[in-house]
């Protein structure tokens, strides 16, 4: 069972690394909020749909974490990269135990301060979305 949830979230992750850079190289993000694609009801149903997944996601995460700045850069990281950083913290979470009989510890154990991470995603992601907009202003 621990071989298989690794290896879900890291087919999640992969799967979630390609659609996002195939949909990049196909059209930017800035395109494709200022067309008339997000005026589609179903689209906009859907991304307030995965959204609040990543704001349920993200009261586990809160909880998880121990200080202030950790929860706001996991915040910022899950809302600009959805299901990828979900997958990548739970594979973080994943590959601290070595045992299925530790699979209780990914789900309530507090985690102790940890920054690189969520730093390094909540940066890269303000960046790109930086990027993206800022297409949208020439």
Known sequence: MLLFLR????AIFTAMLWVT?????????GEFIAGPVIRDRWVVATLFDAYFAFIAFFV???????TLALRVLWFIAIILWGN??????????????????????VFTRRNPPR?????????????????G??????
């Open 7 to 10: 290896l879900l979230f890291i």
């Open 21 to 29: 850079s195939w949909a990049s190289v196909g059209q930017p993000l």
């Open 60 to 66: 586990w995460v809160a909880w998880k974490e121990t």
């Open 84 to 105: 990828l950083a979900m997958s990548l913290y739970l594979l973080v979470e994943l590959f601290r135990i070595s045992r299925l009989d530790e699979l209780d510890q």
């Open 115 to 131: 920054l690189a991470l969520p730093v390094g995603l909540a940066l890269v992601g303000v960046a790109i979305y930086t990027l």
């Open 133 to 138: 907009f800022w297409s949208l202003l020439k």
